[in-house]
C-alpha cells in the first residue's frame, strides 16, 4: 500500500468527479448535496515509469504497481462538528486515513450550484478547517479533563501529559491544526493516540475549469497564497479533464495531454505531492518471474525495508543487493552491474534511497 488519502470538501466541489476520474470507480456523481453518504474507496496502481523500464529490460512475467487508495468522503457542512448533515459520521471516516486531500471550487458553472451560493475558496477552505478544529478540540478537551484528575495524584507522567494537552488545546482554540505542534516523543505518542484530525498532513486540491488548468485564476492564486502560510501543497487539477482522460488508452492519453500543454495528468501530480507530503519513496524488486514497486518511508532501513515483503524477511535478514535504478538501467542487466561495479551488498543499518533495485538475503 502506497497510502490511504482521504478526499474531503463541501459539497458540490467536484470530489467525486476527481474520485470517479482518479479511480475509474464509476461512482454516483451528482449535483446535490450529500449525495456521497458512506464513503467510496478506490484502490489504483501507483503510476511509475521506472517500474515499467526495469520490467522490460527483466523481460518480467508479471508487473506488480505500488498501491495506493483513495477515500471519497461525503461533503462537510459549517455545523458538521455538531452533527450538521450527518457531520459526526463524515469526520469519523477522515479519522482512518493517512493523509487528506481538501479539494477546493475554482471554477464557476451555472449548472452547478454550490453550497454557500457563491465561489469563494478561502471561504470554503476556512469552513472545513474550522470543523476539524472544533472536532478536535472536543476531543483534546476530554482527554484533558482526564490527565488532569490524573494528574491529582503527582504523577508525572499524567502532569506531562496534561501539560501537552494545555499547549495542544491553546493552539486549537487560536485556529491553528495539531500537525503544527512541536513537541516531544511523548507528544508524539499522544497526538497519534488520539487520532486528531488536524494533525492530518494535507494537500489542497483547487478544482479549475478546462480553460484554466495551464494558467490558473484568481481563485487559485488566493488558495496558493492561504496553503503556504501553513506550509501546504496545492495541486491544481481540472475534475473535467481528468474524468476525460479517463476514458483513453494511455497512447490517447499523451496525445491529449500533450494537446492540453500539459507533461502529466493531474492523477500523476496528486502522486507525487501525496507521497512527498507523507516523507514516501519506493524500491524495486526486478525479476523475469516478477517486478514490482514497494512503498517505504524515507529513512527506513534495509532490514525494515526487507519487513514490507514479508516478516520472514526482516527477521531473517543477512544481507541486502543493492543496485540504483539509474545504474540498473544504463548497465541493462544485474549481471552487467556486477560487472561494472556498481552492484553493492549493504547490511541492516543501510538506508533504502528511493529507486534502489534490491534483493534481500534472509536465513527462513
Known amino acids: 500500500m502506497g497510502f490511504r488519502c482521504g478526499i474531503v470538501g463541501l459539497p458540490n466541489v467536484g ?3 476527481i474520485f ?11 449535483n446535490y448535496p450529500f449525495c456521497t453518504i458512506e464513503p467510496n474507496v478506490g484502490k489504483l496502481p501507483v503510476p511509475d515509469e521506472r517500474l515499467d523500464k526495469l520490467a522490460d529490460l527483466a523481460k518480467t512475467r508479471n508487473k506488480v504497481n505500488a498501491q495506493m487508495e483513495f477515500v471519497d468522503i461525503a461533503g462537510l457542512v459549517s ?15 477522515i479519522r482512518q ?14 449548472n452547478v450550484v454550490h453550497v454557500s451560493g457563491a465561489i469563494d475558496p478561502l471561504r470554503d477552505r476556512e469552513v472545513i478547517n474550522t470543523e476539524l478544529i472544533l472536532a478536535d478540540l472536543e476531543t483534546v478537551g476530554r482527554r484533558l479533563d482526564r490527565a488532569r484528575s490524573q494528574a491529582k495524584s503527582g504523577d508525572k507522567f499524567y502532569k506531562a501529559q496534561a501539560a501537552i494537552l494545555d499547549k495542544l488545546q491553546d493552539l486549537l482554540d487560536n485556529g491553528r491544526p495539531a500537525r503544527v505542534l512541536e513537541t516531544d516523543d511523548m507528544g508524539k505518542s499522544l497526538l497519534k493516540e488520539l487520532c486528531l484530525l488536524t494533525a492530518k498532513p494535507v494537500l489542497y486540491v483547487a478544482n479549475v475549469a478546462e480553460e484554466d488548468i495551464a494558467s490558473g485564476n484568481p481563485w487559485v492564486d488566493e488558495l496558493q497564497t492561504a496553503a503556504a502560510e501553513e ?6 487539477i481540472s475534475g473535467a479533464i481528468e474524468e476525460e482522460l ?8 499523451k496525445d491529449f495531454l500533450a494537446d492540453m500543454g500539459m507533461r502529466e495528468s493531474g492523477l500523476n501530480r496528486l502522486i507525487k505531492a501525496g507521497y512527498s507530503l507523507l516523507g514516501l519513496i519506493n524500491y524495486f ?19 525494515k525495508a526487507a519487513g514490507v515483503i514479508h516478516t520472514d524477511f526482516e527477521k531473517g535478514f543477512i544481507r541486502a543487493e543493492i543496485i540504483a535504478y539509474e545504474d540498473y538501467i544504463r548497465c541493462g542487466s544485474e549481471t552487467a552491474a556486477k560487472e561494472k561495479g556498481v552492484w553493492r551488498l549493504e547490511g541492516k543499518e543501510y538506508i533504502a534511497q528511493d529507486g534502489d533495485c534490491i534483493n534481500f538475503r534472509f536465513n527462513v
Open 285 to 303: 524488486t526486478v525479476g523475469e518471474k516478477e517486478t514490482r514497486a514497494w512503498t517505504i518511508s524515507k529513512g527506513t532501513t534495509a532490514q
Open 79 to 93: 455545523g458538521a462538528s455538531r452533527g450538521e448533515g450527518l457531520g459526526n459520521q463524515f469526520l469519523g471516516h
Open 231 to 236: 506550509g501546504a501543497l496545492v495541486v491544481v
Open 97 to 110: 486515513v493517512d493523509a487528506i486531500a481538501h479539494v477546493v471550487r475554482c471554477f464557476e458553472d451555472s
Open 15 to 17: 470530489k467525486s468527479t
Open 20 to 30: 470517479n476520474a482518479l479511480t475509474s470507480a464509476g461512482i454516483e456523481s451528482a
Open 246 to 253: 479517463s476514458t483513453l488508452s494511455k497512447e490517447e492519453q
